[in-house]
């Protein structure tokens, strides 16, 4: 049972002003651009390939920059830019461009697009070949090209690309065979190693003028979702599994920003808040969460506190927003409704 004086403090802190997101929500955005000289078309080029940077790392959507108010930022990016500088590293010109994250997330929300939670895991890559030799893991120099536009192209995208280590670990639960009949069985109890339940099986046979035919498998512990394709050249066979890697995974882990969220709101009550210490390491918990527009405290009930949340509006969102917070634990939707949730406060 909590202190009466506890009830009384967390009482009069409830008269306090509706609480912000936390300061450290508006950190910049620093995207670096190699450029021949410093021009005036130059920075031009460099600012609107800095403000395309970092939206689609942000989102890791490519058809935001379709929107035509995202289009209209783009073409004229330099005016997008909180800052730009120049600097020498190894004798090449470099543009640094600091983009201001509130602006950013503003850019994307006129677009009702979506940007990534903060907690968000890697995938994991098997690749298999089959080609003249037989089939074999595509760990191979011949496939080093592949490797790097994959790791580059998820990294532009905010997500990232891991490899196995193709060693004898893996080799006694795992064969080339194994990948290319997609047993997953094998192919996951061998990815447990490396902590990583996102992943993605590429078999590629070559054909002859630089042509694949190329299957993708992405699967997890929800869901399993494959494409196939013969294409012309390397960059064409692995952008479908690109997409559709980064498809399921903005599913799972991107949280929208339209109007609409930012104006809606969420109840929620947070247990074993029995001290004013309690109270603020909460809310200072909740106001670090992305998207937040703001919280304010509605009531407190013995060890309960009850708040109300502003730009999150559904139960999902907020999961996928909180999942990283070891301090928060879910305990279960409360009266069985779909607008409250009750957690459980862990000061760890």
Not at 35 to 61: F, H, K, M, P, Q
Request: proline fraction near 4%; hydrophobic fraction near 45%.
């Amino acid at each position: 049972m909590s202190h009466p004086l506890c009830g009384v403090l967390l009482g009069l802190a409830l008269w306090c002003a509706d609480v912000g997101p936390a300061a450290a929500q508006a950190a910049e955005w620093v995207v670096r651009i190699d450029v021949d000289d410093r021009s005036e078309n130059s920075i031009d080029l460099a600012a609107r390939a800095a403000l395309e940077s970092a939206l689609l790392s942000r989102s890791g959507d490519r058809r935001l920059l379709e929107h035509p108010t995202v289009a209209a930022a783009l073409a004229a990016a330099r005016a997008q830019l909180s800052l730009y500088q120049f600097e020498r590293v190894n004798n090449r010109n470099r543009f640094v461009a600091h983009i201001d994250k509130i602006a950013l997330d503003n850019l994307i929300r006129s677009a009702d697009g979506t940007v990534w939670a903060d907690d968000r895991p890697p995938v994991l890559l098997w690749l298999v070949v089959d080609d003249v030799e037989g089939r074999r893991f595509g760990n191979g120099s011949s496939e080093e090209m592949i490797w790097r536009a994959l790791e580059s192209g998820f990294d532009a995208l905010g997500v990232n690309l891991r490899r196995p280590l193709y060693d004898l670990p893996d080799a006694l639960l795992v064969s080339p065979d194994t990948l290319w009949q997609r047993d997953f069985g094998p192919v996951i109890e061998a990815s447990a190693r490396y902590g990583i339940e996102h992943l993605l099986l590429g078999r590629l046979v070559p054909l002859s003028g630089g042509r694949f035919i190329a299957e993708w498998i992405y699967r997890d512990a929800s869901i399993e979702r494959s494409t196939s394709l013969q294409a012309p050249t390397v960059a064409a066979a692995i952008e479908p599994g690109l997409e559709l890697a980064m498809a399921e995974m903005r599913q799972q882990f991107a949280v929208s920003l339209s109007n609409a969220a930012a104006s809606a709101s969420l109840q929620i009550r947070i247990g074993n808040v029995v001290s004013l210490a309690d109270y603020e390491a909460v809310t200072a918990a909740i106001g670090r969460i992305q998207t937040l527009e703001r919280v304010r405290p509605l009531a407190v009930d013995g060890d309960v506190l009850t708040l109300e949340l502003f730009g999150i509006g559904d139960l999902q969102t907020l999961a996928r927003l909180t999942a990283g917070n070891k301090n928060l634990t879910w305990v279960s939707d409360a009266d069985g409704r779909d607008d409250t949730v009750t957690l459980l406060w862990q000061d760890l």
